[in-house]
Each structure stands twice: as C-alpha cells, then as structure tokens.
C-alpha cells in the first residue's frame, strides 16, 4: 500500500489555504479511482523506460517489467508513447546536466523529505536531477484535463524544499527548476527560483499554515480548492458559503433587478458544482451502503435499450432481406477518439490542417474570466 502523508504535497494547494480539511479529510476512505490507477501504472511505464535508457537497468528486467504492464487492464498504447516522450524529455534535461559537470546525478521515485517545515511531510518525486549549481525536479502528470503549470506550484515546490533538505549539505546548489511534463497534451512547464526563495517561502509561508493544519487549526476556508477535499459533500463551511451565495432579498420588487440576476448568473457554476456534489454522495451511500435518507428513496432511472448479440441481430436483419445501408452505419472516429489513437503529433501532421474549430455558443461568464469578450451585436449571434 502506498503511504501518505496527512499534509501531502499534492494536497498542499488545499490545505496551504483551508487549515482545517486534512484532519477532517482523514476520517474519510475512499478508494482510488480508475484515473489514480492509470496514472500509477503510466509512472511504472516511465520510470523503467527512462532507468533502461539510461543503464540503470537491464534488457532483460525491462522486458520482465514491461510485458507485466502491458497485460494490465488500463495499459493503452497511447501510455507508451506518452511515456516515451517523457522519457526522452528527462534523458534530454540529464544529458544537459551531464554536460555542464560529470557530477551530474538523478533519481528516479526519489521519497523526499520536507519535515523540516511540514510536520511529518513527505512526498515522491518522479525524477530529480543534481547538477553543477542546479536543481531539477521533473513530474509527470499523464491526466489530460488541462495543462497544469509549474509556476508557483505548490506541491512541486514543497518537492523543491524535500530535495534541497535531502541533498543541499552534498550539493552547492543556487538554483532550482521546478518542470510537470504532460505529455498528453504536448505540454512542459518549468518554473525557476533561487535556493533562497524556496527556503524563505518554506520558512515563512509554508510552515506557520503547515503548523495550524497538523493540529487541525485555524480556519475553514471555501473556494476552487474544495473540488478534490474529501470531505466537499458535507464540509458545513462550504454548504454555508453556497446557500449564502444566493440569499437574496426576495420580498421587493416582485421581479430581480439585473443586479439580481448577474449575481444569480455569478454564482451558477460554484452552486452546481456543490450540489453534484452532494447528490452524488448522497447516491454513492444509499447504493454501497443502504443508506436510508429521511424522505428520500432509490428509484430506477431511465434505461437504455441495446442489442443483446450484435452478431445475431446482423444475421438476422439480413435473413430478412433488410439493406446493408440501412442496417449498418458508417462514421468517422470523433476528433478526441482520433487524436487520442494517433497522438498529437501525428494527428496534427495527417488531419492537422482538415480539422476547423467553429466557434462555441455565446456563454456568460464573470468578467475575471481569462477568456477575452466576444465583440460583436445580438445580429452577429443570429
Ligand atoms: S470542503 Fe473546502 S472548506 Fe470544507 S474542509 Fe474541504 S477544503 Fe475546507
């Protein structure tokens, strides 16, 4: 079983904020789910690829390995040639190190220990490189939501502070990179600071928050970070920031102002966000645990129909004369299914140039939002 540290530097964007969620979050088991799976054995993928590459393990144990994770269940080709990029992206960066010192070392799964500013705190890094006076700290992320950046990235700096703490007295180093390959998405971001800063951050930032958080102090503190806590379904503090979202005065006039209503249109997506939420709690415990909610019961949902033998259906739709063309249906791969299958690269070389992006529905968002305005009148949108 993997350990965990109750302060993880995964969960540090949370709990860096909300001091309270992970000694509450504790109580709470839940099993890892199929993306957690992928991504364990994606790792396992990479880091016997880049050990192979890099004389740091046999043929022979590669092969071994290897033919062990291609019989897993989730393993895809599409994981192979993720993790050759990511391969050759730290064979790259080591090959760079090596030649500014033959000094030059790197770590694969290196366990880190941040202690010295997180009680207990420990965490994993895919791959950390020593070299002349710099540090780099190399992860992998194989998810393909969206691109996820290194720059003031918490958990890659709380790696940051573990690797310094753990090699810092071997090492004269000034300067550390902090880079979260993604493959998936054709995307590598790296973010650079001195030493100095991640220490002074350690030091003055991270450790009184890491403090509060051990004991289980401080304050809740609803927002963004809420959406991987354990505990967002039934966290009273976060419920309470949601009802007040929309407590508005009803009572005059009869119909909402606009101030009204673009305060309603604000806050949609928080509170919809929350009630999935609790909806699918709520569903999870009564189905896995027969849990009775007062007033509440477990009804079917609507079913879809779908063919039992397809083989059959075939032969027996052609015993009866029916047409091919009416029987069968003929389509192309969906763009994701289609890039997923080939790759980035080679999707954008073949069908790169015949794929068009029509422009989406008109949508209303709060004026921070990173997208820029539509210019443009109601005619336009008709
Ligand atoms: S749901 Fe949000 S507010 Fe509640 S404990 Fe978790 S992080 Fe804190």
């Not at 969960?11 to 909300?18: E, I, K, L, N, S």
């Not at 019989?71 to 993720?82: G, N, P, V």
């Not at 477990?298 to 129909?305: A, D, H, K, T, Y």
């Amino acid at each position: 079983m993997t350990e965990h540290a109750l302060l993880s530097a995964s969960g540090a964007h949370r709990w860096m904020v909300c001091t309270r969620a992970p000694r509450l979050e504790e109580s709470v088991e839940e099993d890892p789910s199929v993306y957690a799976a992928e991504g364990t054995l994606a790792h396992g993928l990479a880091e016997i690829k880049i050990a192979l590459e890099l004389g740091m393990l046999t043929k022979r144990s590669f092969n071994q390995q290897v033919k062990q994770i291609r019989q897993d269940a989730l393993y895809t080709q599409e994981m192979d040639k993720a993790t050759d990029l990511h391969r050759d992206l730290v064979v790259e960066r080591y090959n760079a190190a090596k030649a500014e010192t033959k000094d030059a070392a790197i770590y694969l799964e290196q366990k880190l220990d941040y202690s010295p500013w997180v009680p207990q705190g420990f965490g994993t890094a895919d791959t950390t490189l020593l070299g002349e006076r710099t540090m780099e700290i190399i992860d992998l992320k194989y998810g393909m939501g969206i691109a996820i950046s290194a720059c003031e990235n918490t958990q890659m700096k709380l790696y940051g502070l573990g690797a310094i703490n753990q090699f810092g007295v071997l090492y004269d180093l000034d300067t550390v990179i902090l880079t979260i390959s993604q493959p998936r998405l054709d995307s590598v971001s790296s973010y650079e600071m001195t030493v100095d800063e991640l220490l002074q951050w350690g030091d003055t930032v991270v450790k009184p928050k890491a403090e509060l958080a051990f004991r289980g102090e401080g304050d809740f503190l609803p927002g963004e970070h809420c959406r991987f806590c354990k505990v967002k379904a039934t966290c009273r503090a976060r419920a309470e920031e949601n009802t007040q979202l929309v407590a508005l005065d009803f009572k005059d006039p009869p119909l909402l102002t606009d101030e009204e209503v673009v305060k309603v249109l604000s806050t949609i997506d928080q509170l919809v966000t929350w009630a999935n939420d609790v909806r699918d709690y709520a569903l999870q415990r009564a189905v896995n645990e027969d849990k009775q909610w007062p007033g509440m019961k477990l009804v079917e949902g609507r079913g879809s129909r779908k063919y039992t033998d397809e083989g059959a259906v075939t032969a027996a739709l052609q015993a009866a004369g029916i047409d091919d063309g009416v029987i069968f249906k003929r389509s192309l791969n969906p763009i994701t299914n289609l890039e997923r299958a080939l790759g980035k690269k080679e999707f954008q070389a073949i069908v790169g140039p015949l794929v068009q992006k029509a422009p989406g529905k008109p949508k209303l968002v709060v004026e921070g939002d990173s997208r820029p305005a539509i210019e443009g009148t109601a005619a336009d949108f008709d």
